[in-house]
């Protein structure tokens, strides 16, 4: 690692800790020739490969900025958000995969943000999964509702089975979503 004081082309490690998320470890260095000191920060690198074949770096900033725009008016703060880029970050670099496609970061999304807001949430699936109809957001709700009163059995009144096959396809997306919530995912 050069040093960027004096651009030596050798450091000298002095401290390493690992972060408290544990998904990174920072290195304290110095460098030899003019002695000043400097951190680095160590990450597994993610790649994200766009629909169109392009590929940068997972960007949490990138999340949030998707995320944001199907939470205006909604009771979500900023921290919300940022936890929400963590999880979402925890969730996809659990898979141990170098290298992911952006659909599977949206996958990613759908659980921690229907824990945050579901409105956000509904925003965010029907823009994710390309609700054409009312129909879908019936459905999409459905799934929300019966999940609900699965949860809560007392108030399971209102669950309809009939309907179970006919929303399986919004109900198998969003169960995928809830399937990478970091509280879920072994790695802990
Ligand atoms: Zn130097």
Redesign the pocket.
């Given at each position: 690692m050069h040093?960027?004081?004096?651009?030596?082309a050798d450091?000298r490690v002095i401290d390493s800790r690992t972060a408290e998320d544990g998904a990174s470890i920072r290195r304290r260095r110095q460098?030899?020739?003019?002695?000043?000191r400097f951190t680095t920060l160590e990450t597994s690198s993610l790649t994200v490969v766009k629909r169109s074949g392009a590929s940068e770096p997972f960007s949490r900033d990138k999340v949030v900025a998707g995320v944001r725009k199907a939470c205006q008016g909604r009771p979500v703060s900023d921290d919300d958000l940022a936890l929400l880029a963590q999880q979402v970050e925890e969730a996809v670099r659990a898979s141990g995969a170098a290298q992911i496609d952006a659909h599977e970061i949206g996958l990613a999304i759908l659980g921690p943000l229907r824990q945050l807001d579901e409105v956000a949430y509904l925003r965010f699936a029907s823009v994710y999964s390309s609700f054409s109809s009312l129909e879908d957001f019936e459905s999409a709700i459905a799934t929300l509702r019966s999940d609900r009163s699965d949860r809560d059995p007392d108030s399971s009144a209102g669950s309809d089975d009939g309907e179970a096959s006919g929303r399986a396809d919004r109900a198998g997306s969003a169960s995928l979503g809830g399937a990478v919530e970091p509280e879920q995912a072994p790695a802990h």
């Open positions: 040093c960027p004081f004096c651009r030596h450091s460098c030899p020739s003019c002695g000043r």
